[in-house]
Structures are given as structure tokens and as C-alpha cells.
């Protein structure tokens, strides 16, 4: 899996559009598709403003970016981390949906 779309991935398990996205990171929606699509690199600011956004370390995108994902164990390892950040946001849901209804 490629940076792009991990970070689709994210963005989509997250149940954000691309343009609302965009606007959060300040950014237009057309360089956002660009990089989830593979078709331009993300800046270095985009990944801080994206690690920040979602709370994930930089370093991960990071080695997403730059590691040669030629070798069966690191695509495993990577869709492992894939599916763990899935299961982090989605625990965060969970926990601000239980934490507003004892509000409630």
C-alpha cells in the first residue's frame, strides 16, 4: 500500500470528504485527490498537518513514503499498521459516542 492511500484509507475510516478534509489541513481538495491517488508526492508540511490531524506519528507516514515495499513482510507489517490505525479511530469513535450519551 502506498502513502496515498493510507492515507484515503484514513481519511474514509474516519468518514471525512475529501473537501471537508482539504479545508481542516488548508489545502485544496484537487491536491488532496492528487496524493491519495497516487499521482503526487505529499509535501513534507501536508504530512505534518495530516499526522497531526489524525493523531498519527509522523514517522509512520513517513516510512510509508520511503521504504521499498518489494518484500512480502513489510507489505504484511504495513497492512497490519493499516488496519491497527483503522481500529484506533474507530475506538475513538466509539469512546466520544459513550462519553456524549453519559453527558446526555
Known sequence: MNIGSTLKLLRVASDLKQASLAKDLH???NYLSL???GKKEP?????KKFSQRF?????YFLWIALEDVSLPAELDLKDK???LLVNILNQKKTDAHISQNEKS
Open 27 to 29: 489545502i485544496t481538495a
Open 35 to 37: 496524493v491519495e491517488n
Open 43 to 47: 509535501s513534507l508540511t501536508f504530512l
Open 55 to 59: 493523531n498519527v506519528p509522523l514517522g
Open 81 to 83: 499498521m493499516d488496519r
